[in-house]
């Protein structure tokens, strides 16, 4: 089992920048990869960005590809989403998941941070 805390959410100005982390605690080191995803009110939950903890492979949504970087520290069993040139369309409550094998489905779910982006 696997727990995971997101932090670092907030109110930004368009064109800001911010920057998640998702801590992960348990049987991190039995799992494939970590992945971020976000639901804006109103819609479904969607794929942001996914890295893998060995060789820190990553996966892009196209709709933050060249502005938002997924990256993990090992040692901390932390991952992080750095978010620049932010839009409104980005504001939504972001999560992070654990996938524990290159099959399996996303699961453990944080409990989300929210990012406001006002225009």
């Known amino acids: 089992q696997v727990q995971l805390v997101e932090s670092g959410g907030g109110l930004v100005q368009a064109g800001g920048s911010l920057r998640l982390s998702c801590a992960a605690s348990?049987?991190?080191?039995?799992?494939?990869?970590m992945g971020w995803f976000r639901q804006a009110p109103g819609k479904e939950r969607e794929f942001v960005a996914r890295?893998?903890?060995?060789?820190?492979?990553?996966v892009y949504a196209d709709s933050v590809k060249g502005r938002f970087t997924i990256s993990r520290d090992n040692a901390k069993n932390t991952v992080y989403l750095q978010m620049d040139r932010l839009k409104p369309e980005d504001t939504a409550v972001y999560y992070c998941?654990?996938?524990?094998?290159?099959?399996?489905?996303?699961?453990?779910w944080g409990q989300g941070t929210q990012v406001t982006v006002s225009s």
């Open positions: 998941a654990v996938q524990t094998t290159v099959v399996a489905d996303f699961g453990s």
């Open positions: 348990g049987r991190t080191f039995s799992s494939y990869a």
């Open positions: 890295i893998t903890w060995r060789g820190g492979s990553t």
